[in-house]
């Protein structure tokens, strides 16, 4: 016969037990959305590098589409300074293109102001560097642009390359 002053509860051993299941289910999806984060501001990094790099191929294209069409002597006109041995860095602002070369130390920081002016405002992580090689098609009809894009984030250093050839469509 049970006594009824017996009372049937949880052990000290059964709740420590529970409290690590449960903290295993809570703590998974909890890393879970700590690395998503983590992956979210990098895709966000390399999104804006892109843009940056494709931004100079519209500039290029732009560029050699005019001087084509105005039937200047030279198609790559307004690009001197990216053939250099340390390349360039085109600011592409609303009114006026600044094309500067790059020193020996490598191509500053990027700046960024409302206008889109990289060249003033708020220094950003990004260094752009242009280089433009006029020596790839036969007769000097083919340029190949390529744009390194680094940046410090929260992983470290990263660089992303593009590289694209444009052609002198009237030959």
């Not at 050699?64 to 039937?71: A, G, H, K, M, V």
């Not at 020996?104 to 280089?131: D, H, M, W």
């Amino acid at each position: 016969m049970k006594n009824k002053n017996s009372k049937r509860g949880f052990t000290l051993i059964e709740t420590l037990v529970a409290i690590t299941i449960l903290s295993a289910a809570v703590a998974g999806p909890m890393v879970l959305s700590v690395k998503n984060i983590g992956t979210a501001s990098v895709s966000q990094d390399q999104l804006v590098a892109f843009y940056l790099g494709q931004e100079v191929f519209e500039y290029a294209r732009n560029i050699r589409d005019t001087n084509i069409l105005s039937e200047s002597a030279n198609w790559l006109s307004g690009l001197e300074n990216c053939k250099t041995a340390n390349g360039c860095y085109i600011d592409i602002a609303k009114d006026t293109v600044i094309v500067n070369p790059c020193l020996a130390g490598g191509c500053p920081n990027l700046q960024f102001e409302t206008n889109y002016n990289y060249t003033s405002g708020k220094e950003t992580a990004f260094i752009r560097t242009v280089k433009i090689d006029d020596t790839v098609g036969i007769d000097g009809d083919e340029a190949k642009i390529s744009v390194s894009v680094k940046w410090t984030g929260k992983y470290g250093e990263k660089t992303m390359n593009l590289q694209d050839n444009i052609f002198n469509w009237r030959q």
